[in-house]
């Protein structure tokens, strides 16, 4: 059974970084385009960073660039979202999801939230 599970999440003060894990079981994260998403209360679900299957191509939302990282460890079959410099305004809950090859580029995946497998989500709280 596909079963994807965040962790990493937590409350951290602003300016403060967290790392996200994204940790697969029942099949091999490396054949699968990733994504991570967030979604805070009353707002829609948003794609903050993906990477491809391929080639491992990123794509990270305006908000985020120069601030979040995404990388994949194929051996661990685990994805990870590195957040640094977090800002009140991005307390969400946080989701990784997977879907197997590149069905189109990875900021289009990414801006149509176009993946079939989806984690639990894991908070992530910005306050002081």
């Known amino acids: 059974q596909l079963q994807l599970v965040e962790s990493g999440g937590g409350l951290v003060q602003p300016g403060g970084s967290l790392r996200l894990s994204c940790a697969a079981s029942g099949f091999t994260l490396g054949y699968y385009a990733i994504g991570w998403f967030r979604q805070a209360p009353g707002k829609e679900r948003e794609g903050v960073s993906c990477?491809?299957?391929?080639?491992?191509?990123?794509y990270y939302a305006d908000s985020v660039k120069g601030r979040f990282s995404i990388s994949r460890d194929n051996a661990k079959n685990t994805v990870y979202l590195q957040m640094n410099s977090l800002k009140p305004e991005e307390t969400a809950v946080y989701y990784c999801?997977?879907?197997?090859?590149?069905?189109?580029?990875?900021?289009?995946?990414?801006?149509?939230?176009?993946?079939?497998?989806w984690g639990p989500g894991t908070q992530v709280t910005v306050s002081s």
């Open positions: 999801a997977a879907e197997w090859g590149d069905i189109s580029t990875v900021q289009d995946m990414c801006v149509k939230h176009s993946y079939d497998y």
């Open positions: 990477i491809s299957s391929s080639d491992s191509t990123t």
